[in-house]
Structures are given as C-alpha cells and as structure tokens.
C-alpha cells in the first residue's frame, strides 16, 4: 500500500488488483469486499490520507477472510504512521 497525505481533507482510497492475478469477477470481488472495510475505518483515521492498496493474492488463493485480515493488518500500520 502507498499512501499520501490528503491535500484536500478527504480520505480517498483506490484498489489495484492486476490482470495477471485473475479474471475481472475476481478483480471486482476484492474491491467489492475491501472498499467498505476501508470506507468504515477511514472516521478514525487522525489525519485523512489518499491510498493506493494493491491486491496481491491470486484468484486460488484469495478468500474473503484473508482480505478483511491483510486489511486489519494494513490498518495497524498505519495507525503506527499517521498516529505516532
């Protein structure tokens, strides 16, 4: 994930899963799945930030479990970053 400062005061977040990693219904899955997950988070973030979060899983090996967990994951992170 990168991430930057927000120039205008608004979260904004974009999910990149590459073709290589799958067909487009699994594409659309992972940011079906992610984009609530982050938009729910976004409230607690001290500072708003702009996001770029890359699905890196292939189409075999992704679950809907495993994404929610990478997210938890990313958010400690960067709790670490934008709060400390």
Do not use: Q
Not at 41 to 53: L, R, S
């Amino acid at each position: 994930m990168r991430f930057i400062e927000s120039p205008d005061g608004v979260c904004r977040f974009s999910f990149l899963a590459k073709k290589k990693n799958g067909c487009a219904v699994y594409r659309n899955r992972c940011r079906r799945i992610l984009r609530p997950v982050f938009f729910a988070e976004a409230p607690n973030f001290k500072k708003p930030i702009w996001a770029m979060v890359f699905v890196n899983d292939k189409e075999g090996e992704m679950t809907s479990e495993r994404l929610r967990a990478s997210a938890k994951v990313i958010f400690e992170k960067l709790a670490g970053r934008l709060h400390g």
